[in-house]
């Protein structure tokens, strides 16, 4: 791209926000089993401004982007590169189309399943895998490739472009945006003040009884139960779990539906990521649906979505620079306003009424690389009959 062409280009902008525009209401994702990406929907304006990506999910309008290092300033994308991609097409397919829209010379070829499922096939590929970028929707996914030595490490500069605790210590990963673990709950059945603020008291709270749910097979929270085993050992982990299913929580098959069945006033509370719950309130203003928060637990646990580099890429400096622009401040923005995860680029804020990442409480000396043993959290859930 000549040095002229260095700001986002008009005529590729408009085609792109034409295509995304006329696709009608707006696609937010919630998650079936596993932690494969999909669907759901709620009414969303379009949002045209010329810094921002696609065409917006949400109600809050155009905003200014003021953080962050944008995607003019980064180097050019160029030539062929397969993404294999954890996070689901109808969440992130604007974003790494709009990537191969900018660039005339960049071709992105995408293969989008479950995080874990994506991880197998690349073991199961090995050298001959043909995937350059892995897309994670967790760490856990991340982590294990590192383990398995699949990885190669990213320049310093990609790394320096989010906090050291948002990425691999050995500069193997990424996270790319954010999500919190919380408690969704019933404003007609609850006070913010009612929600324990100690993960483990839950099981305790007569209040929850047959009125609380959660998503067992979902990848988040099964992250949530490998940093409990972490936190408070497999003992005091497997008495919660059983604590929780004496109780009588109910299941669902995803976050998505916690929080919806906690807006319908189906169950009092919940488990989510933070996100669900103003995907919900961004369809529905007056749903009586809050976000409570535990301080210093797993119940607490800032989790990330991240990407890698494979080391059978053929194109590690394209490869990089693909993972660059993934931490751009428009594409950190899209990520905001789209599907309503934190920013982890200072200078670009979440959206919502939701607390900075500086005010949140995860537990202090949980490493994010802690969270790859999501086999022997399987397996727990299976011996107490949660799985």
Known sequence: MHERDRELRGHSRRRFIATTAALGVGALAGCTGGDEETETTTEAGANESAGQIGSGRSPFGDRDITGGVSVTEMPDLSGE?????????????????????YYDEFTIRPRYNSAAELVNQIQTEGQNSPADVFFSVNAGSLGALKDAGRTQELPSDVLDLVRDEFHDPDGQWTGTSGRARTVPFNTDQF?????????????????????????????????????MRVL???????????????????????????SQAVAD??????????????????????????????????????????????????????????????????????????????PLVSGVDPIGELPSIDELSPPEGLDLTQLSDLEGTVELLREVGVL
Do not use: C, K
């Open 81 to 101: 590169l397969t993404l294999y991609s954890g996070r689901g097409q109808a969440l992130v397919g604007e974003l790494i189309s709009f990537f191969e829209e």
């Open 191 to 227: 006070d913010e003040s009612d929600i324990p603020d100690d993960i483990m008291a839950f099981p305790d709270t007569e209040a929850f009884r047959d009125n609380i749910g959660w998503a067992p097979t979902y990848s988040s929270f099964q992250a949530f139960v490998t940093a």
């Open 232 to 258: 408070e050992g497999e003992d005091a982990t497997r008495e919660w779990l059983q604590g929780m299913q004496d109780l009588g929580v109910t299941e669902y098959n995803d976050e998505f539906l916690v």
């Open 265 to 342: 006033g189906e169950i009092g509370a919940g488990f989510a990521n933070h996100y669900y719950i103003q995907r919900i309130l961004a369809g529905r203003t007056n749903a009586p649906l809050s976000t409570a928060f535990t301080a210093g637990d797993a119940g607490s646990i800032f989790n990330v979505a991240g990407a890698l580099v494979l080391d059978s890429t053929d194109d590690a400096e394209l490869a990089s620079n693909f993972v660059r622009h993934l931490l751009s401040a428009e594409a950190q923005d899209y990520f905001a306003r789209t599907t309503f995860e934190y």
